[in-house]
């Protein structure tokens, strides 16, 4: 690879952490800090508020399934640019919103530019540039998230203190649109090679077009994964209402939030280096320990030390869905359907992320606890550690 194609493949690097810094780091990670000061100033119940980050997911869901298509069809940088405009649009117009089916739709809207700015745009750009170390390229990017979730924390949680959460979205949104459009329209570039192989593809008779179908390995694998995003978002967007229930104060909650965030971003760059060295198989199992582990110490918490465990789940756990789905999706991959067999198990991962939250608001209302959530599902992920394992046996 030339000189100019190795400062390119970094400039790809810089703009997908841009892009997991502000989409993902405000839209999904600063989610929780609103729930409070929504349901309260609007008298909704935190299950019916939930509902809106579970549109998030949902979006999630049609957008894996739908964007390789949208991709080819459209072009992807076209589709990234669109994408990153309509996203902060609709965080600037989510502050006047009054009624739950505008957090929903907002939310659906939000979720959609954020999936396609993200995970797979990033996955199928960094696979045309890196000819090597492409999943610590991808950890390098998805770290954004995570210092991204740290900083606007602390950034959301003070305007939402000081001038209300309304104020919050308007701000936030506009620096959205200011920091997206840097990738999108500056940083961001396909592949030559790619590009010119992409339209000989097209251009093929159909016979040459067809496509392998995705291995019913990595469909029966998603539902493992599903449960893995359910821990996940669980353990990274249930904590700050929690703590918050059990009597630790806001400016606290915010901390252990920013603090979580932090430790996800250094997490995604450990997983994308172990990827790299200990394949998905190890990997993944490292994940499922840890957010047993997470889970216990959320069960049991009755000290700030308990953030230990907790932290530790940050690192490991969350770090899967968005630095080991392309690792798992080549695992599984046959021939030419990478962006099928990535967008089939991505899906179902965002089928486990849509239930966390909804699934933890609604037994908090009827239980008047997140406990038995955490605990329940403390018990499923150490059932399913050996059963992850047999199903990356290719024989």
């Avoid at 999706?329 to 966390?356: K, P, Q």
Wanted: proline letters at 4%; glycine letters at 10%.
């Amino acid at each position: 690879m030339n000189s100019k194609a190795e400062n390119r493949k970094w400039l790809i690097v810089a703009g997908g952490f841009l892009f997991f810094f502000m989409t993902m780091g405000l839209y999904s990670n600063c989610f929780s800090l609103y729930i409070i000061p929504i349901t309260e100033d609007l008298g909704f119940t935190r299950g019916q508020f939930s509902i809106a980050q579970t549109m998030i997911f949902i979006s999630g869901i049609i957008c894996s399934l739908t964007a390789p298509k949208l991709y080819r069809k459209l072009g992807l940088i076209n589709v990234v640019r669109v994408a990153a405009v309509v996203g902060s649009a609709c965080y600037i117009i989510e502050s006047g919103a009054t009624q739950l089916w505008q957090f929903y739709l907002l939310s659906f809207l939000e979720g959609m530019c954020m999936n396609l700015t993200c995970s797979m745009p990033m996955a199928i750009l960094i696979g045309e540039w890196f000819r090597s170390g492409a999943n610590t390229a991808i950890g390098i990017t998805a770290v954004g998230s995570g210092i991204g979730g740290g900083l606007l924390n602390v950034i959301v949680n003070s305007v939402i203190t000081g001038y209300g959460w309304r104020t919050a979205f308007r701000v936030m949104g506009i620096a959205a649109l200011i920091i997206n459009c840097i990738p999108a329209f500056i940083l961001l570039k396909r592949n030559p090679e790619a590009l010119a192989a992409e339209k000989e593809q097209k251009a093929a008779p159909e016979a040459k077009k067809a496509k392998n179908p995705v291995d019913p390995r990595a469909y029966r694998f998603g539902a493992v994964s599903m449960a893995m995003n359910f821990t996940g978002c669980v353990i990274m967007y249930v904590a700050v209402p929690y703590l918050r229930d059990i009597g630790y104060s806001p400016a606290f909650t915010a901390l252990v939030s920013s603090g979580s965030m932090i430790v996800l971003a250094v997490g995604k760059f450990i997983y994308g280096i172990l990827l790299d060295r200990i394949g998905i198989q190890k990997c993944f199992m490292i994940s499922q320990i840890c957010g047993v582990i997470g889970l216990l110490g959320m069960t049991f918490f009755f000290n700030p030390i308990m953030l230990v465990p907790v932290y530790l789940a940050c690192c490991l756990t969350c770090a899967y869905g968005s630095v080991g789905i392309r690792a798992v999706a080549s695992y599984f991959s046959r021939g030419d359907n990478l962006s099928e067999t990535m967008g089939a198990i991505m899906a179902m991962g965002s089928v486990g992320g849509a239930l966390s939250t909804t699934v933890a608001g609604y037994v908090r209302d009827i239980f008047g606890s997140y406990v038995p959530v955490f605990a329940v599902l403390a018990v499923i992920v150490t059932l399913l550690v050996p059963v992850a394992q047999r199903m990356f046996n290719k024989g």
